[in-house]
């Protein structure tokens, strides 16, 4: 019996698609390799949480999930793709938008599937997971890859 390939069975191709339009950058950063992750992970919990306005207080509660999101994108475009890859952080006051794109225009994005452990490939799903809406597109010398957050009203007391 011939072998099959789990990944190529269970992997799924996200529908190519615009963020929403509304959104204005807040913060860009530009990558070339892996260690310049941490900076980014730090100025961007600075850049969500940072001066209280009720756009960015009002996502207080969701920074870890946007973080962790942006290390996965940003760690695969930097190892699958070309550089530089560049992290922008955007808002339309109430949501934030976090893209990631690299300079491999032709690599399609896909859903890992079934996978073995340590194979990697789960970043679109974390996004997906913690995020609110996915998508991605290219341009002529760039593919990236957009994720919503929705903020989230803190808990009731006593709830």
Same mark, same amino acid.
């Given at each position: 019996? $011939?072998?099959? =390939? =789990?990944?190529?069975?269970?992997?799924?191709?996200? +529908? $190519?698609?615009?963020?929403p339009?509304?959104?204005?950058t807040?913060?860009?950063?530009?990558?070339?390799?892996? #260690?310049?992750?941490t #900076? +980014?992970?730090?100025?961007?919990?600075?850049?969500?949480?940072?001066?209280?306005?009720?756009?960015r207080? @009002?996502? &207080?509660?969701? $920074?870890?999930?946007?973080?962790?999101?942006?290390?996965?994108l940003?760690?695969?475009?930097?190892?699958? !793709?070309?550089?530089? %890859?560049?992290? %922008?952080?955007?808002?339309?006051?109430?949501?934030?938008?976090?893209?990631? @794109? =690299?300079? =491999?225009?032709?690599?399609?994005?896909?859903?890992? !599937?079934?996978? &073995?452990?340590?194979?990697?490939?789960?970043?679109? #799903?974390? @996004?997906?997971?913690? !995020? #609110?809406?996915? !998508?991605?597109?290219?341009?002529? %010398?760039?593919?990236?890859?957009?994720? %919503?957050?929705?903020?989230? &009203?803190?808990?009731?007391?006593? @709830?």
């Amino acid at each position: 019996m $011939p072998h099959r =390939d =789990d990944r190529t069975d269970s992997d799924e191709r996200l +529908v $190519p698609s615009s963020p929403p339009p509304e959104y204005v950058t807040v913060r860009r950063w530009k990558l070339s390799t892996a #260690q310049e992750i941490t #900076q +980014v992970r730090r100025e961007l919990r600075e850049a969500i949480g940072g001066d209280g306005s009720p756009a960015r207080g @009002a996502l &207080a509660v969701v $920074p870890e999930r946007m973080i962790l999101v942006a290390s996965e994108l940003a760690a695969n475009a930097v190892e699958h !793709g070309r550089p530089p %890859t560049i992290v %922008t952080l955007g808002s339309d006051g109430a949501r934030n938008l976090l893209e990631v @794109a =690299d300079h =491999d225009p032709r690599s399609i994005p896909v859903l890992a !599937g079934r996978r &073995a452990p340590g194979a990697g490939g789960f970043g679109l #799903q974390i @996004a997906r997971r913690l !995020g #609110q809406e996915v !998508g991605w597109y290219t341009t002529r %010398t760039t593919k990236h890859i957009w994720v %919503t957050f929705l903020p989230q &009203a803190p808990a009731a007391a006593g @709830a």
